[in-house]
């Protein structure tokens, strides 16, 4: 997403949403797909796969000095994860929002985290934490050309002008 400069509101901007491998395992990619359609959101990327030790070491490069940052890699690449890209007006704050604080014993009932995770280890989605973040962790998970440019027919129901 472009930063808005004018008074209009973004619906470009974009974020990016991860289901863990616990979210797979246990079948929850449709339920999380559903709630960013219901939201308003707009789907512009997609796919299934298994990460590699060295995308993860990018995508979570500020955890390195953490402590059960090995632990992290481990788990994320134990199994197949699926990720997207989400576009539509404050969607980086509003994703934050519906997934939920990190420990699920800390998310509020409602939020992904809150209504699926059972463990800070185990928490079921990624979610970018800030515009700058989203753009760097696109780049990272999907080519330019692996994102669709499409048309919402229902634009000015999802926002004003
Ligand atoms: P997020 O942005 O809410 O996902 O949280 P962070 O960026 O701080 O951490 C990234 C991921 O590391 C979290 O989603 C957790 O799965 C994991 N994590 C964070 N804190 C802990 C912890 O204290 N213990 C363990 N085992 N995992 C953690
Ligand atoms: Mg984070």
């Known amino acids: 997403g472009q930063r808005n400069t004018s008074s209009a509101p973004d619906l470009t901007e974009q974020t990016l949403i991860a289901v863990k491998p616990d979210g797979v ?3 929850l990619v449709g339920k999380i797909i559903q709630r960013f359609e219901q939201r308003g959101f707009k789907l512009v990327g997609l796919k299934m796969m298994r990460v590699s030790d060295d995308l993860l070491a990018q995508h979570y490069c500020e955890l390195r000095a953490k402590p059960f940052y090995p632990s992290v890699l481990q788990y994320m690449t134990s199994g197949p ?3 997207m890209v989400w576009e539509g007006h404050n969607v980086v704050q509003t994703s934050r929002s519906m997934v939920g604080l990190t420990n699920p014993v800390d998310a509020s009932p409602g939020t992904v985290r809150g209504d699926y995770g059972t463990h800070v280890s185990r928490n079921v989605v990624h979610a970018s934490d800030s515009l700058e973040g989203a753009q ?3 780049k990272l ?7 669709v440019t499409w048309e919402c027919c229902d634009r000015t129901s999802l926002c004003e002008p």
């Not at 998970?141 to 994102?147: C, P, R, Y």
């Open 25 to 27: 395992q246990r079948r």
């Open 81 to 83: 994860v699926v990720v």
């Open 136 to 138: 760097r962790e696109i």
């Open 141 to 147: 998970w999907f080519q330019g050309e692996d994102l």
